[in-house]
């Protein structure tokens, strides 16, 4: 770390968790996913019997079996019954299995300890970890960190649902100060021992409610990641959301809110400069709105949560707004994917619930042509329609939603049904004129039409760029 760094930070020297003995334990990997295969790598290497089981049939994990078949371990794909688990004494779970799955049942009532991957890894860690959740925003602000904190010069990794998995980076044992990760909620349902020594919560809107169907529960488990905390630790809260305020009273650490409306805030915004202040130390001001690759007052927010994490850690003003000029979106965030004949074509495939497109509404702007539509996770989409039908001149729907939205938008707006994820692109060019925005903003996961959100947004892009070969001369 650097001697600035050293100067300012309130980042401890160390992290000081309680490894799990694993040498000659019997453990079950539940999972064969980037996750699982991460996990059975750490738990072989350090003497786990390991058993590695997935629900699907080895023709649909041929990538994943091979890259197993180099462990020792055995491994049991299209498993069918808890007795196929070897009798573990740990079940080490992924993160897409959920907590109240059978076969878990049957494990904890066999006395097995059910564990997720962000608790095993806390378990090994030897740095402190910057933990970051939240319906959306969770990438930006996870990648933003660590810019930040390259840029000051101290050695952090970033990890979890974004890069490589968390339990990856604690096996990888390389020389850091720190490691920023991205949690979901899906993780934190086995969080028992986990404790970040900062955790931020961006926002919390209804999502995955296929999974976590009363919002108050949803909440609930959002503010795991700051359920172990204590005095010691720090909790950024964006208490502009009202769900998120609810905690400030409720928690052990050291609670630094960021509002756009409050400048008593420990990161807020004055005039157009955005401020950040830690207790007891000088505020920073760290740059201008008109510094942010991509406006918007959710990205006012996401900046301000990420520079009061790179500001505990000690980052310079200078070097945030150094980070904060090249960072780079990730993709399919607000991408530019290309202009055709005036037109201009954006893809947001990762706003994947309606609070993340509302934002997507209110953050583009001029006239534009809207895409929607996919699989909506049983969310209610009315408000993201009420949106939809004030902002946009022309909606295309697409997937198993597009009736759905299309009668909430009640006739506000014109509205086409595509059958074809092209053909709603090549409507939404038809409709546009010059100087109009079509933006992919679906509202929902991508599951009932592709593979994922990426592929979403990678045939979109290809898509568009079809059409500039076509009309390019």
Same mark, same amino acid.
């Given at each position: &770390?650097?001697?600035?760094? %050293?100067? +300012?930070?309130?980042?401890?020297?160390?992290?000081?968790?309680?490894?799990?003995?694993?040498?000659?334990?019997?453990?079950?990997?539940?999972?064969?996913?980037?996750?699982?295969?991460?996990?059975?790598?750490?738990?072989?290497?350090?003497?786990?019997?390991?058993?590695?089981?997935?629900?699907?049939?080895?023709?649909?994990?041929?990538?994943?079996?091979?890259?197993?078949?180099?462990?020792?371990?055995?491994?049991?794909?299209?498993?069918?019954? +808890?007795?196929?688990?070897?009798?573990?004494?740990?079940?080490?779970?992924?993160?897409?299995?959920? +907590?109240?799955?059978?076969?878990?049942?049957?494990?904890?009532?066999?006395?097995?300890?059910?564990?997720?991957?962000?608790?095993?890894?806390?378990?090994?860690?030897?740095?402190?970890?910057?933990?970051?959740?939240?319906?959306?925003?969770?990438?930006?602000?996870?990648?933003?960190?660590?810019? &930040?904190?390259?840029?000051?010069?101290?050695?952090?990794?970033?990890?979890?649902?974004?890069?490589?998995?968390?339990?990856?980076?604690?096996?990888?044992?390389?020389?850091?100060?720190?490691?920023?990760?991205?949690?979901?909620?899906?993780?934190?349902?086995?969080? %028992?021992?986990?404790?970040?020594?900062?955790?931020?919560?961006?926002?919390?809107?209804?999502?995955?409610?296929?999974?976590?169907?009363?919002?108050? %529960? +949803?909440? =609930?488990?959002?503010?795991?990641?700051?359920?172990?905390?204590?005095?010691?630790?720090?909790?950024?809260?964006?208490?502009?959301?009202?769900?998120?305020?609810?905690?400030?009273?409720?928690?052990?650490?050291?609670?630094?809110?960021?509002?756009?409306?409050?400048?008593?805030?420990?990161?807020?915004?004055?005039?157009?400069?955005?401020?950040?202040?830690?207790?007891?130390?000088?505020?920073?001001?760290?740059?201008?709105?008109?510094?942010?690759?991509?406006?918007?007052?959710?990205?006012?927010?996401?900046?301000?949560?990420?520079?009061?994490?790179?500001?505990?850690?000690?980052?310079?003003?200078?070097?945030?707004?150094?980070?904060?000029?090249?960072?780079?979106?990730?993709?399919?965030?607000?991408?530019?994917?290309?202009?055709?004949?005036?037109?201009?074509?954006?893809?947001?495939?990762?706003?994947?619930?309606?609070?993340?497109?509302?934002?997507?509404?209110?953050?583009?702007?001029?006239?534009?042509?809207?895409?929607?539509?996919?699989?909506?996770?049983?969310?209610?989409?009315?408000?993201?329609?009420?949106?939809?039908?004030?902002?946009?001149?022309?909606?295309?729907?697409?997937?198993?939603?597009?009736?759905?939205? =299309?009668?909430?938008?009640?006739?506000?707006?014109?509205?086409?049904?595509?059958?074809?994820?092209?053909?709603?692109?090549?409507?939404?060019? %038809?409709?546009?004129?010059?100087?109009?925005?079509?933006?992919?903003?679906?509202?929902?996961?991508?599951?009932?039409?592709?593979?994922? &959100?990426?592929?979403?947004?990678?045939?979109?892009?290809?898509?568009?760029?079809?059409? =500039?070969?076509?009309?390019?001369?």
């Amino acid at each position: &770390m650097s001697r600035d760094a %050293e100067a +300012y930070s309130l980042l401890p020297d160390e992290a000081t968790p309680a490894p799990i003995p694993l040498d000659n334990r019997r453990v079950a990997v539940f999972g064969m996913g980037r996750t699982g295969i991460a996990v059975a790598e750490f738990v072989v290497a350090r003497g786990a019997l390991t058993t590695v089981l997935d629900e699907r049939p080895a023709t649909e994990l041929p990538q994943a079996l091979q890259r197993l078949s180099k462990l020792d371990a055995q491994l049991v794909p299209e498993v069918r019954s +808890y007795e196929q688990f070897g009798n573990p004494e740990i079940v080490a779970v992924s993160p897409g299995v959920p +907590y109240d799955h059978p076969m878990l049942q049957a494990a904890r009532t066999a006395g097995a300890k059910i564990i997720g991957e962000i608790e095993l890894a806390w378990c090994f860690a030897k740095v402190p970890i910057i933990a970051v959740t939240g319906t959306n925003g969770k990438g930006t602000v996870v990648t933003l960190i660590g810019d &930040m904190l390259d840029c000051a010069g101290i050695k952090a990794a970033v990890a979890g649902n974004i890069g490589a998995p968390l339990i990856a980076t604690i096996a990888a044992e390389e020389p850091l100060d720190v490691i920023v990760a991205e949690i979901s909620s899906f993780q934190l349902e086995t969080v %028992e021992m986990f404790k970040p020594w900062l955790g931020i919560l961006l926002n919390v809107s209804p999502d995955h409610r296929d999974r976590h169907p009363d919002i108050d %529960e +949803y909440l =609930a488990l959002k503010a795991r990641i700051f359920a172990n905390q204590d005095t010691a630790d720090l909790a950024v809260l964006n208490i502009d959301d009202t769900r998120v305020a609810r905690l400030q009273s409720q928690l052990a650490a050291m609670v630094l809110p960021v509002s756009l409306s409050d400048e008593d805030a420990s990161g807020h915004l004055a005039g157009e400069d955005l401020i950040v202040r830690l207790p007891g130390r000088e505020r920073l001001s760290v740059c201008s709105e008109a510094d942010l690759p991509v406006r918007g007052l959710h990205n006012i927010t996401n900046t301000l949560c990420a520079s009061l994490a790179a500001a505990a850690c000690g980052a310079s003003a200078d070097a945030m707004a150094a980070a904060i000029r090249h960072h780079r979106l990730a993709p399919h965030l607000l991408q530019d994917a290309g202009t055709v004949n005036g037109v201009k074509f954006i893809d947001d495939s990762k706003a994947t619930n309606p609070a993340a497109a509302i934002a997507d509404l209110t953050t583009v702007e001029g006239p534009l042509i809207l895409i929607a539509g996919g699989r909506a996770k049983d969310v209610d989409l009315t408000e993201f329609a009420d949106v939809a039908a004030a902002r946009a001149e022309h909606v295309v729907l697409i997937g198993e939603s597009a009736a759905e939205i =299309a009668t909430a938008i009640a006739g506000r707006t014109p509205v086409t049904i595509a059958e074809t994820f092209e053909d709603a692109v090549h409507f939404a060019f %038809e409709f546009a004129r010059s100087g109009h925005t079509v933006l992919l903003a679906p509202a929902c996961a991508s599951f009932d039409m592709f593979e994922n &959100m990426a592929q979403r947004g990678e045939i979109f892009c290809a898509i568009v760029n079809q059409l =500039a070969e076509r009309f390019s001369g």
